[in-house]
């Protein structure tokens, strides 16, 4: 049970302590004469000791009662400490001289006291007391409630300047933030003149009313300020310096303005560094540098600045040439002589530095076949094509622009003297980002699969094995390249699915037969592609990494083994269905210096042509006199320094290279096996055969090339001179086993 504690809350204040004395409780004239009539008869020594008897009683029981009225009760609490469960008169009276509300506060105090007064006048049985403990009341109301009447009026007027201060600071946040001259500025201006002619608010703030509207102009255009910074503090700086801002007080305006120019010389610099990349791009400043300069003169990076800004300027006057000049000559850009006064010294100083970087940039994108990518950059006609097939909706529209892509890139890569094998129409951010879908575990064959298909429907078949190749240089795994060459959907899904090698070994190492290790899976695999392999081994030295090659479609025909044999197929039936689906795709030479493909992206080649083409050129190298109308009146003699035979004569210098050419003459596979072309063997291994201007003797397997290269492809001509060429016989292909690898196998 809780235990009532009581305590008296009565402040030790001037007011409180009147209320404590009994000064307020003199027995006035009235009282004084009813006493002689209350105690007629008394013996008059006794009459006097009674009197002060029951005066003192009186005034006893009235200050027992006020002590009881302003009492605070409190109860202790079940977890530690006391709560209050009644409130004395004395502390509520404290509270409602805190009030806003007058009216309020004067009926609850009335109320209470009329309360108070109640309860305890009926308590007293003296002939005195009760008429005591009146006066006292009505002294203490006439007290309390006028102190209760001011305190709250004059809470009232401070908490109406509150609420009206609230209402100003709404108004100058409208200005502030509102566009000059919208309707919301012009009802918020509007709003504030009322505000300032209003007699009302006048008498509110009284003498400090002018001054008040002074801070409200100071306060708008702060706000204001704040405002146009947080958008563009160099307008705000333009604005300052102009004095748009005329609110603003003298100290106001002197530490507001050390933020506005820190503010805008921040931006300032932010928009030098970025034009750093405009003017890389030879595009103009985007800004006025002779306002910028002056923004920052008397400051101490100001040197820092003009260098940054005139720097940029002399990069303007040369990068175009970075940009535009023939491949052929961009290492003859001339850069800046370090001529003039040192600063001018140290703007050229770094121009030259953003110069060389634009040289070598563009150098580096060539060589890592990302020249589109190079040109998406720096050219506005390729990068607004570049966002449209991004932003493209369909297939088709993307293919359409795509196209036009081709045709501009073709114009762009002439201008620039970029040489046919490192023309690349996807750039090398976009290949990034399809190896990354591609690799994708989550992805699904077929998801995979699409992936990559759908380049050679955008961008045409045609270009696919450039595709490839870019995405060979960004990490993309050997075994996708294989599984995209073959026209087998079997091998080219067995190839592809998500099963890494060395989980597939786990499993299948238990299935082989007792004595069968995967080491013999590879040994079958190897035999039966050895003719495949001997064609990429006597190809020209560095035309293919014969070792790597080998051993990726090795592996890669493994991978689909492995996973055939889980699926419980005989291991060797795996080996010989996935190298005869594989070899399925090429036909091999009878000299195995050369593969045929079934058909280079998607256009059949036709075999039989192919062969006819090789021999009929051989037959007139040997035998005809084409090889001497190839080579021109310049003859043979630009093999002479080669050879090491320049002392000898030009006419033995033509007997010779020519006689060696008809001896030891073989066509070798392209770089990108779409076509032939003839070498002839030396001591030092296989040399093209050339003429004094750079051609050779090649052929492409399919027309689809043609356009760009200018070559031929199994029509019987010879190369360049379209001489006719005498056909024996067509070559027969046909009797042979085209599963097994072709004319070879």
């Known amino acids: 049970m809780a235990i009532k504690i009581y305590q008296s809350q009565v402040r030790p204040t001037t007011e409180v302590s009147e209320r404590a004395s009994t000064s307020g ?41 006020s002590k009881e009225i302003d009492k605070d009760e409190f109860t202790e609490h079940p977890a530690g400490g006391t709560i209050t469960t009644s409130e004395g008169l004395a502390t509520r009276v404290n509270k409602y001289k805190e009030s806003t509300k007058p009216d309020e506060a004067m009926a609850a105090y009335k109320a209470d006291w009329e309360k108070t007064l109640k309860k305890y006048e009926n308590k007293f049985t003296g002939p005195f007391a009760k008429k005591l403990f009146t006066n006292y009341m009505n002294k203490r109301f006439i007290s309390e409630s006028g102190t209760i009447r001011d305190n709250t009026f004059i809470n009232f007027r401070n908490e109406s300047k509150t609420l009206k201060i609230k209402e100003l600071d709404g108004i100058s946040y409208r200005i502030a933030n509102s566009q000059v001259g919208s309707r919301e500025y012009e009802m918020a201006v509007a709003d504030k003149n009322a505000f300032f002619t209003n007699s009302s608010n006048a008498d509110l703030f009284g003498d400090k009313f002018k001054q008040l509207e002074f801070d409200t102009a100071n306060n708008i255009d702060v706000l204001t300020i704040t405002n146009h910074l947080s958008k563009d503090p160099i307008a705000t700086l333009d604005n300052f310096n102009n004095n748009v801002y005329k609110g603003l007080n003298a100290e106001t305006k002197i530490k507001i303005g050390n933020k506005i120019v820190l503010a805008a010389q921040a931006k300032m610099t932010e928009n030098i560094t970025s034009d750093t990349e405009r003017a ?79 040289i070598k940039e563009r150098s580096d994108a060539i060589k890592n076949n990302n020249i589109v990518g190079y040109l998406s950059k720096v050219d506005m006609e390729v990068k607004t094509i570049d966002d449209a097939i991004r932003n493209a909706g369909t297939i088709e529209e993307k293919k359409s622009l795509a196209e036009e892509k081709k045709v501009l890139l073709d114009k762009k890569f002439d201008d620039l003297g970029i040489s046919e094998s490192k023309r690349f129409y996807v750039s090398q951010a976009e290949i990034q980002a399809a190896v990354a879908q591609i690799t994708d575990p989550g992805k699904t064959m077929l998801e995979k699969k699409g992936a990559i298909l759908s380049y050679g429907e955008i961008y045409g078949k045609e270009h696919m094995p450039q595709i490839l190749k870019q995405m060979e240089a960004e990490g993309m795994p ?54 495949f392999e001997e064609v990429i081994e006597n190809q020209l030295p560095g035309s293919f990494d014969v070792i790597n090659y080998k051993k990726n479609i090795e592996e890669t025909l493994y991978r689909a083994v492995l996973y055939r044999v889980d699926k419980g197929m005989d291991y060797k039936d795996a080996v010989d269905k996935t190298a005869k689906e594989f070899l399925r795709d090429y036909a091999i030479s009878p000299d195995k210096n050369f593969f045929i493909p079934r058909d280079v992206n ?57 006689s060696a050419i008809q001896k030891n003459h073989k066509f070798l596979l392209n770089d990108t096996s779409t076509g032939l072309i003839l070498y002839y063997e030396t001591a030092d291994g296989p ?33 360049h001179t379209q001489d006719k060429l005498t056909i024996i016989e067509e070559y027969d292909v046909f009797g042979t086993d085209e599963g097994d690898g072709g004319l070879a196998g």
């Open 602 to 658: 998607g256009v059949v080649v036709n075999t039989a042509a192919v062969l006819t083409k090789t021999e009929a050129i051989g037959l007139e190298i040997e035998q005809g006199d084409m090889l001497d109308k190839f080579m021109g009146k310049d003859g043979y003699k630009h093999y002479a320094s080669n050879l090491d035979i320049s002392q000898l004569t030009e006419e033995d210098i033509n007997t010779r290279v020519k």
């Open 280 to 358: 890389k791009l030879g595009l103009d400043a985007e800004f006025d540098t002779q306002s910028y300069l002056k923004a920052f003169e008397g400051y101490e990076n100001y040197n820092k600045i003009k260098t940054a800004v005139d720097a940029n300027n002399f990069v303007r006057s040369k990068i175009k040439d970075v940009h535009s000049v023939k491949q052929s000559d961009l290492g003859n850009i001339q850069l800046y002589d370090l001529t003039g006064s040192g600063d001018e010294i140290a703007a050229k100083r770094k121009a030259n530095n953003i110069i060389s970087g634009a």
């Open 687 to 719: 040399i093209p055969v050339v003429n004094s201007q750079g051609l050779k003797v090649e052929f492409l397997f399919t027309d689809q090339l043609n356009n760009k290269t200018g070559l031929d492809s199994t029509e019987y001509v010879f190369p």
């Open 25 to 65: 409780m003199k027995i006035d004239q009235n009282t004084m004469t009813m006493i002689p009539r209350a105690f007629k008869g008394m013996l008059g020594a006794g009459e006097d000791v009674y009197i002060k008897y029951e005066k003192q009683k009186a005034e006893n029981q009235v200050i027992e009662a």
């Open 478 to 531: 050997n075994h996708y390249f294989i599984a995209m060459s073959t026209n087998s959907q079997t091998l080219n899904d067995d190839i592809l699915q998500s099963y890494s090698t060395k989980d597939l070994e786990k499993v299948v190492k238990a299935e082989l037969p007792s004595g069968t290790t995967t080491t013999d899976i590879k040994k079958r695999i190897s035999s039966k592609i050895n003719d």
